[in-house]
């Protein structure tokens, strides 16, 4: 049996860049990916918000996610329907204005609060006499399928092994890990990368190690084309989505168990359409420990169809599927990567909130400094990424 390079495990977006990106870097590399399609690259957005940089690593991560973003379609050769739109961040009626904008300005791009005339202006969808107004600007956007199958074209040219196989177990050698089990059979590799979204925990957990990776279950509502026309971005302005993430990392005792809610869901009501005609109406979070849905998905269905209806009309009883997927997010918001202390030979690298914008960048510093490039090797960007950041329970 060959020993790769690299068996890179996962193939939503964070998995498809790292491996195209590290068989770019030279590495022979294996892509193993149980094929199930509801993952969080599936049902994502896949909007880019380039602007929301609140430090100097973010801002400079997502000031060349966009320009890697730019690159991508020629040098992968395939469109990634790659596009600027306008986003709109809905502010419900009532809500204190003032206060969102001080909020705002923690990023260092802060969107414009505008009326809700001129909102509606923007994306005449808009129900005006529900929101104060909103907050708005311009947004990068890409097909998030559209992007894997080009990244994993581009990586099959460059002699990448794609293998939709579920992995079931790591191989662990007393303290290495060394390779991956299949039902059918071992792959061996010098260095294994989980890039499994939410499943990362679980495969990691596996090999007996705990890494401080959580997840939401997210619903949405996918439909077939419309004949409405959503021109913008609409998601809400004041979102707990993020503070709850924070708090509920903090609930690690609570994470060890199994079938336990760590907090009640949160829903943001918010829509995309894409250049088929289809759109993706959202989100529910839940926060629970189980890895299968735990909602009811005609009640879930139903609050959705509700919340968005009430801002945008046309979208009321609109023909559509309720869709489940795991997404994850770590206690700081910054991604999960590097060696997993405790073992050698296995590496993580998921975790990303706002993956769209920080991939591309991260995968393309990241396989460099694997592949031993000399301006990689004391990437202080990378360095704030590790995972042994946090304690890691063996
Ligand atoms: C409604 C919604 C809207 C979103 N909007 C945005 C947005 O606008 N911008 C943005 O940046 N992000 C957005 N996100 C988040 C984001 O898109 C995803 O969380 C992200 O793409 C995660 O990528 P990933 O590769 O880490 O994980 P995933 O996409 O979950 O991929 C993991 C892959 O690993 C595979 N896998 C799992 N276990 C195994 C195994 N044992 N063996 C083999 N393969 C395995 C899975 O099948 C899957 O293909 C949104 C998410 C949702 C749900």
Known sequence: MKSHDVIVVGNGLAGAALSYELAKSGCSVLLMDDGNYDSGTRYSYGGIGWWAGTTDLTETLFNEGMTRHRELPDELGADTQLRELDLLLTVNKGANVEQLIESYQVFRTPPRFVSAAEACDIEPQLNADVIEGAFTIRHGHVNPMGLVTAYNQAFRRLGGLHNMTPVQGLVRVGDKVTGVLTEAQAYPAKTVIVAA????RQLVQAAGLTVPLFFTHAEIIETPPLAVEVRSLIMPAANSRFEKEAEAAEQSSLWQTADTEIMPAVL???????????????????????????ADASTSGQALQDAIAHQVPALKDVAGSWRHCLVTFTQDGLPLLGPIPGVSGLHLFSGFTGPFALVPPVAQRYARHLAGKPESL?????????????????
Request: hydrophobic letters at 45%.
């Open 268 to 294: 943001e009501a918010g829509v995309i359409q894409f250049a088929d005609k289809t759109a993706r109406i959202g989100q529910i979070s839940r926060f629970h420990t189980a890895y299968m849905p735990t």
């Open 197 to 200: 979204g939410a499943y990362s």
């Open 378 to 394: 004391a990437d202080k960007m990378l360095d704030q990424m590790l995972v042994d950041r946090f304690a890691v329970s063996a």
